[in-house]
């Protein structure tokens, strides 16, 4: 099957499970009452119209479904493909019943951070009031997110003299580059991307901001009083035994104008997002390298540490790094085949050398 059409149909409340057509290309139902639909996994659908009514949102390696649209059909009355929600897509809606927005890969790119920003704001006019049909609470969970109009170059890609390169410089920037000379390096470790020339849709920190302040009050209130009255934003794929965060894998590009230092980078996003990659246009550099003088004021750290415990104490490691008169830099990334450094004294100590 490979179309199906229920606009209009009010009389069905429920969600719909074409969980089992993965040739499935379009699916309409607007001005109908259903809940949701059950696509496939990486079912062929480029056509997605869907009701207000909608209460979970779950798309799966839709790759197909290439853009978020704002009217359903086009001027002159055909039928537009790409992604259409009664209200949300729009910006015609004061409130919304979507409870639970999942996705894992797909291809509308900063679409799926357009649609969360806005789907965060509705809720956030929803926690007033009767909140019985219309909740403030929204569970997230996108994973493999392309927030960005840069693009990783997949290892194996051949090298072409006539594209523009950027390489990951290892503190949260992406800087032009001639990569002819360590191609292969920078390819198998994921160092290496393009410009899809595509616009910086993200400007600023402040959706992740208020995804952490809104965890860290749930998870005071829980913690004090065994309340779980504000968490409004949480991991959609959570058990419900604990306080979580939205769950966001992928990569994130922000075109930010104020800049940001490395720390808050590495010890606030870092720490609550792990699995998002972030880069930035504006980041300010989070120490002074006098202060790290020779080798004899490190210990070495054992070849044999792991990821975890290298991710869990950020701003600790440093790395060897012959373009500066000192030889060291702060590392930002765990790479097994690198030596690490500490230094032999205190947070407080190094913490006070930051600029």
Known sequence: MSYVNLTGLTGYTASVDLSSC??????????SNIAGVGLA????IEILHLPGTTSSLNFIELTNLTQIIDTPRDGEGKIRKGLYIEGLTDNT???????TYTTIGGKLGYGTYSLLAKLVELKENQREGDTTEYSPRLGISLKNVTWSPYEQVPHGTAYDPSVTYYKDNGRYKLEQC????????LTLNGKLYTDNGSARVVTDFSLLDKFISSYEEAKALY????????EYFFDANADGTRVTLPDLTGLLYVENTNPVTELVLARTYGEY????????????????TEYINSVTTYDKVKTEVTKPEFNNNIGKYYVEDK???DGFRLATEYDPAVEYYVKNVSDEVFFSAIQ
């Open 223 to 230: 913690e004090n009083e065994n309340k779980r009255d504000k």
């Open 273 to 288: 997002f792990p699995k998002l990659k972030i880069f930035c246009a504006n980041v300010t550099e989070n120490h002074k």
């Open 323 to 325: 373009t500066t008169i």
């Open 41 to 44: 996994d990486g079912a062929q």
């Open 178 to 185: 001639d990569p002819s000379a360590e191609w292969d390096y």
């Open 93 to 99: 809606a004061q409130k919304t019943k979507v409870n």
């Open 22 to 31: 993965e040739k499935l290309k379009e699916f309409r139902a607007l001005g």
